[in-house]
């Protein structure tokens, strides 16, 4: 009687590391794609005019209010049924798993990222916004120069924690065919019956990545705010 | 226009304000030639910074007549933006950009808004930081300064813009007893080069040093304006006595 199979963790660890870079390319097109729409849902939830900010509103009710199974789901298995999607010039990625998994995994993390940058955004002082102005600064240079650098520095650990959650979602493309590295763990499973040991594997790797995130956020962090400590 | 708005730098007719239901500028008229020296006075809530901060459209008034320099304000952006080049303003607490050095500080707005060369921001920036006596500190962040210093950069960077009016927020009230002169200091010198400033102050011996006229607010109304020897040695209202009593009363 034996707890663990030590000798299977070994001859697995190294199958199951084949599709880190799945797993990577998932994280990182994602994670720019995501961010990229965090910025424009944020700058619409921001404009001040209702029909820019409600539809905006309902876009990240619906993606935050929302099981990102679900929404992988019915981008790869719901979206092909229309015609018209067929036909789009999208189909080429959403035929593929790879594409459909980018997609719902940039439209969840739009909508939680966005919502972090507003939380920065309204925690800038607002002497501080008004001293821009007083200096004759245009709404919009306000924003890029003041705002911005000072949001970034207030939303960073929120941020870091929604990197750390997206690179665990990643795991979920392993449920529409994706060989990432659940995938292949998934896959190893079905052939030596030995859950236990594989899936703790795979948990192992992810602890690492995780480990590997924060500590370079911490270190973003520590050199971006080392002059703002202290604000009278 | 009339005569008058041509040597009056700025104009305030019949202005009113309202927070909601509050209302913390009643019927307010004050005219302010080039070059002359308003401190504004009055217990707090009375709606001192209001007013400065009408001036250059940090509040929007509710209703009178606001003009700068030749510029109505109104909703109109561009007259707003033509004011605020010309209006410098310190605030009470400092309001320094946390993420950018001190000299960077003050080159922001001239490269951005007047659109001056590095080179030309960076000389400008530093006549004036030796104005302030810190040339020194030039390239260091907001947090490495004292208050006294902080406030005296904020007044270097409203004056790298070159304004024609400066306007301050009670500048010296967040600050340490021992770092008000020093501040102070370089608000006189300001006076004596011809800035046409208004203050709002509680410090009543620059008000009788520096001022042209002291104004004093209660209730969001213009109660006595008048020359400093006048306003301190013979004030006409009541409420202009009571306030006096206890704010010289230490």
């Given at each position: 009687m034996r707890f663990i199979d030590v000798a299977l963790i070994i001859d697995s660890i190294p199958r199951i590391l084949m599709g880190i870079g799945l797993t990577f390319q998932l994280l990182f097109l994602s994670l720019t794609l995501g961010t990229a729409l965090a910025i424009i849902l944020l700058l619409l939830r921001i404009s001040g005019r209702w029909y820019l900010a409600a539809p905006t509103m309902v876009y990240i009710y619906i993606f935050r209010g929302t099981p990102i199974l679900v929404q992988i789901f019915i981008i790869y298995y719901g979206l092909p049924q229309l015609e018209f999607i067929r036909e789009s010039i999208f189909w080429p990625i959403l035929r593929e798993p790879f594409g459909c998994a980018i997609i719902a995994l940039s439209l969840n993390t739009g909508a939680y990222v966005s919502e972090i940058f507003r939380g920065g955004v309204l925690g800038v002082d607002r002497g501080l916004k008004e001293a821009g102005a007083a200096l004759g600064l245009s709404v919009t240079q306000r924003f890029i120069y003041i705002t911005s650098p000072i949001a970034i520095r207030l939303c960073l650990p929120a941020y870091s924690n929604d990197v750390v959650s997206l690179m665990k979602s990643t795991a979920l493309a392993s449920t529409i065919t994706l060989l990432d590295m659940m995938g292949i763990a998934r896959t190893i499973v079905a052939e030596t019956y030995a859950p236990y040991e594989i899936f703790l594997s795979v948990m192992v790797i992810y602890l690492i990545i995780t480990w590997v995130i924060q500590r370079t956020f911490g270190w973003i962090e520590k050199r971006m705010s080392q002059h703002i400590r202290s604000e009278a | 226009m009339s005569d008058s708005g041509h040597t009056n730098i700025i104009e305030l007719e019949n202005v009113d304000k309202f927070f909601g239901v509050f209302q913390a500028l009643k019927n307010v008229s004050l005219s302010v030639k080039t070059g002359e020296r308003i401190v504004v006075c009055g217990p707090s809530g009375s709606g001192k910074s209001t007013l400065i901060r009408c001036i250059n459209r940090l509040e929007e008034h509710s209703s009178g007549k606001i003009v700068v320099n030749g510029h109505e304000l109104t909703s109109a952006v561009k007259n707003i933006d033509a004011v605020r080049r010309e209006v410098g303003m310190v605030f009470q607490s400092f309001?320094?950009?946390?993420?950018?050095?001190i000299i960077k500080n003050l080159m922001l707005a001239p490269t951005l808004v007047r659109k001056a060369s590095k080179s030309e921001a960076r000389d400008t920036a530093m006549k004036y930081l030796e104005r302030v006596k810190i040339p020194e500190q030039a390239d260091k962040y907001p947090s490495q300064l004292s208050g006294g210093q902080q406030q005296r950069v904020a007044i270097a960077r409203a004056l790298c813009m070159n304004p024609k009016v400066m306007l301050f927020d009670e500048p010296t009230s967040a600050l340490d007893p021992e770092m008000i002169s020093e501040v102070l200091d370089v608000m006189t010198d300001l006076a004596r080069d011809g800035m046409t400033m208004i203050v709002v102050t509680h410090e009543m011996g620059f008000a009788r040093s520096v001022a042209d006229k002291v104004v004093f607010m209660d209730y969001g109304e213009i109660v006595e304006m008048n020359p400093p020897e006048e306003f301190f040695d013979n004030p006409q209202h009541e409420r202009t006595k009571l306030f006096l009593s206890q704010i010289l009363a230490h």
């Open positions: - | 309001n320094l950009f946390p993420h950018l050095t």
